[in-house]
């Protein structure tokens, strides 16, 4: 990255220091004060409300949600520079005596300083930042991991209900149609969800069967989402 650039920060792990960042001199720009991500929440109110139904006098309404506005903003970059002990050892010569295999290396990568159009700034590590927007990112990491992952598994791979490196985000659920469960002695309403792997996955044509889970939650199939499956027996058997 340049400056001048436009970025969207896809990894907030690489941030440097928390929402307050006024007090950082490793730049030449003047940091403003209350410019951190901090200060950059959209809180969400309610009413609050008496045992009676009135409004509280003294407090009159209550937090329910604070969103981090900041982790969506498009930034500017404003400078790049390296870290001032870049490449050194951060630690003592008796830390790193003790864990010479560690390192514990101040960063040698960019370092950047981005500031958003609505005056919000982050100190962030280049390679915690992407031209994509944080959706575009995201879906291009499940792409290529689709695509790492098509075509490669037999019944084979499969051992105690998991394929060893196959990645949990990939994995689907299936529901029983016949959401009665037996719980103790009684029978009680739940879901049945088998968990599989799609057949494009696979080296055939149909899909991989891992395990069976039962949520004994009183309430079965009634509230599962609109673009659940759910299956009779009958089209279990054939479904793998």
């Not at 720009?29 to 509280?56: A, C, D, H, M, R």
């Not at 149609?177 to 599989?196: E, P, T, W």
């Not at 799609?198 to 599962?224: E, F, H, M, R």
Request: hydrophobic share 30%; net charge positive; charged share 30%.
């Amino acid at each position: 990255m340049k400056k001048d650039d436009f970025v969207f920060v896809i990894d907030w792990g690489k941030r440097y220091q928390n929402g307050y960042i006024s007090s950082n001199k490793w730049f030449k720009t003047e940091i403003p004060q209350y410019s951190g991500t901090n200060f950059y929440w959209k809180i969400v109110t309610e009413p609050n409300l008496t045992l009676k139904g009135k409004i509280n006098k003294t407090e009159p309404t209550r937090v329910i949600d604070r969103i981090p506005i900041w982790k969506s903003f498009k930034y500017e970059v404003l400078e790049v520079i390296k870290h001032p002990n870049a490449g050194e050892y951060s630690q003592t010569e008796k830390v790193i005596r003790a864990y010479p295999d560690i390192g514990f290396k101040y960063t040698d990568k960019n370092i950047l300083l981005l500031k958003s159009k609505n005056g919000c700034y982050v100190i962030v590590q280049e390679d915690g930042v992407s031209k994509l927007t944080p959706k575009q990112h995201k879906d291009k990491l499940y792409n290529a991991l689709v695509g790492y992952h098509t075509g490669k598994y037999t019944k084979d791979d499969v051992i105690r209900g998991k394929i060893e490196g196959f990645p949990d985000e990939l994995i689907s659920t299936v529901y029983h149609k016949d959401d009665n469960v037996l719980f103790g002695s009684a029978i009680v309403k739940g879901k049945v969800m088998y968990k599989y792997i799609d057949a494009k996955y696979t080296k055939g044509d149909k899909p991989l069967y891992l395990y069976v889970t039962i949520s004994y939650d009183g309430k079965g199939n009634c509230n599962l989402p609109e673009e659940a499956t759910i299956l009779t027996q009958e089209e279990m058997n054939s479904f793998f």
